[in-house]
C-alpha cells in the first residue's frame, strides 16, 4: 500500500531541472509532497487533490493524474536549498479504504551541486 | 502561523526510565499525530488524535502511551523502551481528519535508548 517513489536519488547542477514521480496501487483522493533536509522535519510543499488543478510553489510545481494514480514534482531552475529528501504522502479515496492516514513513499534524495 | 512546538529537542535514556514528549499547536487544529521516522525512512504513523479522543493506533507496542490533554496538546509517554526504539519522533497536526487537509510537522524529538 505504500506508493513509489522514483528515482530513488538524483544529483543536479545549479539549473538544472528534475522530475520526482510518485505512483500507488489505490484510487487516491490526494497526494501530499513534503521536503526533508538533514536532521530537520519534513517541511509541507503542496498538495494535489482529486478533481483539482495543477499547484505551483515557487519554481516547484506537482501534477496529479487521479486515473493513472500517480503525482509527479517538478523542480525547475534548481537551486542549492532544493537539496534534501522529498516525500510524497498518499491519501486513499472512500472507495478504497480512506482512513484518514496519509501514508509516505520510501523518499527520493535530491543533491544539487553548485 | 503553522507552527508545532516540541520538547525536548533530544532525549537520551536509558530502558527502564520513564519519560514523556510533549508537543504543542495554537493553530487551532483538532487532529493530533505521532509518527516515528527511522534514519533514511519516511515517517511511520503512530498514533492519530481527533477532537482529543484517540482514532488511530498502529499497533503501537504499549511501552509507548499517548495522551491529549486538551486541543493544543499532545504528550508521548515512553516506558521500558528497548534501543530499536531509538529514532526521530515527529509530531504534526492538521485541521481535522477529513480528507485533504495538510499536517504540519513539529521539528521532533531525538531519541536514543540506551
Redesign the interface.
Same mark, same amino acid.
Given at each position: 500500500q505504500?506508493p513509489v517513489q522514483s528515482p530513488q536519488a538524483v544529483i543536479l547542477r545549479e539549473g538544472e531541472d528534475a522530475v520526482i514521480n510518485c505512483s500507488s496501487s489505490k484510487a487516491l483522493?490526494?497526494v501530499?509532497w513534503?521536503r526533508q533536509k538533514h536532521g530537520?522535519?519534513?517541511? %509541507?510543499l503542496m498538495?494535489l487533490?482529486k478533481g483539482g488543478e495543477q499547484m505551483r510553489h515557487e519554481k516547484i510545481s506537482a501534477s496529479f493524474n487521479e486515473k493513472k494514480q500517480q503525482s509527479s514534482l517538478y523542480l525547475t531552475a534548481s537551486q542549492l536549498s532544493y537539496s534534501g529528501t522529498y %516525500?510524497c504522502?498518499t491519501?486513499n479515496s472512500?472507495a478504497s479504504g480512506?482512513?484518514?492516514?496519509?501514508i %509516505?513513499?520510501?523518499?527520493t534524495t535530491l543533491q544539487v551541486k553548485p | 502561523d503553522t507552527e508545532v512546538t516540541q520538547t525536548p529537542k533530544h532525549l537520551v535514556m536509558g530502558m527502564t526510565n520513564k519519560k514523556s514528549l510533549k508537543c504543542e499547536q495554537h493553530m487551532g487544529h483538532r487532529a493530533m499525530y505521532w509518527y516515528k521516522q527511522k534514519a533514511k525512512k519516511p515517517p511511520e504513523l503512530m498514533f492519530v488524535y481527533s477532537y482529543e479522543k484517540l482514532s488511530i493506533n498502529e499497533s503501537v507496542p504499549s511501552r509507548f502511551s499517548p495522551e491529549c490533554p486538551n486541543s493544543s496538546l499532545l504528550n508521548l509517554h515512553l516506558h521500558a523502551l528497548q534501543p530499536e526504539d531509538s529514532a526521530l519522533y515527529l509530531c504534526a497536526s492538521s485541521q481535522d481528519m477529513a480528507k485533504g487537509e495538510t499536517q504540519y510537522f513539529g521539528p521532533g524529538t531525538r531519541l536514543l535508548v540506551l
Open positions: 505504500q483522493y490526494s501530499h513534503y530537520e522535519a519534513p517541511v %509541507f498538495i487533490l %516525500f504522502g491519501e472512500l480512506n482512513t484518514g492516514k496519509l %509516505f513513499g520510501q523518499g | -
